[in-house]
Nanobody, 114 residues
Framework: QGQLVESGGGLVQPGGSLRLSCAAS????????MGWFRQAPGKQRELVAA???????NYVDSVKGRFTISRDNAKNTVYLQMNSLKPEDTAVYYC????????WGQGTQVTVSS
C-alpha cells in the first residue's frame, strides 16, 4: 500500500498562514481524488477540503474563502494553503484519498494561538 507523509504544520498566530504538503508514494495522487482532513482534540476527524483528479475542489463551510487545496501530479504532492487562520482551526491535519482508502499518516499539527 502507498504511503502518505504530511508536513508544514506549526504554531501560528490568529490571522496567520501556513502551507501544508502531502507527499504520496507511487502515482496515487494522479488517479485519485484527494482530501485534507483534520482532527481536533475530543472531536471526530472531518474532511476539510477535497480535489478531484480533474482539479475540481470543494470545502467545508468553515474554511471556504480561507483555505485552498491544490495538487501537483508531477511531484505526487497535494497542498493545503491556509490563510486567515483561527484558533478553531487548531487540529492535526491529515491527507488521504477521498473517500479515505489509504493507511493514515502521522499527520501534521497546526496550532493557532496568540
Amino acid at each position: 500500500q502507498g504511503q502518505l507523509v504530511e508536513s508544514g504544520g506549526g504554531l501560528v498566530q490568529p490571522g496567520g498562514s501556513l502551507r501544508l504538503s502531502c507527499a504520496a508514494s507511487g502515482r496515487l495522487i494522479l488517479f485519485n481524488a484527494m482530501g485534507w482532513f483534520r482532527q481536533a482534540p475530543g472531536k471526530q476527524r472531518e474532511l476539510v477540503a477535497a480535489i478531484s483528479s480533474g482539479g475540481s475542489t470543494n470545502y467545508v463551510d468553515s474554511v471556504k474563502g480561507r483555505f485552498t487545496i491544490s495538487r501537483d501530479n508531477a511531484k505526487n504532492t497535494v497542498y493545503l494553503q491556509m490563510n486567515s487562520l483561527k484558533p478553531e482551526d487548531t487540529a492535526v491535519y491529515y491527507c488521504n484519498t477521498q473517500p479515505p482508502g489509504m493507511r493514515w499518516g502521522q499527520g501534521t499539527q497546526v496550532t493557532v494561538s496568540s
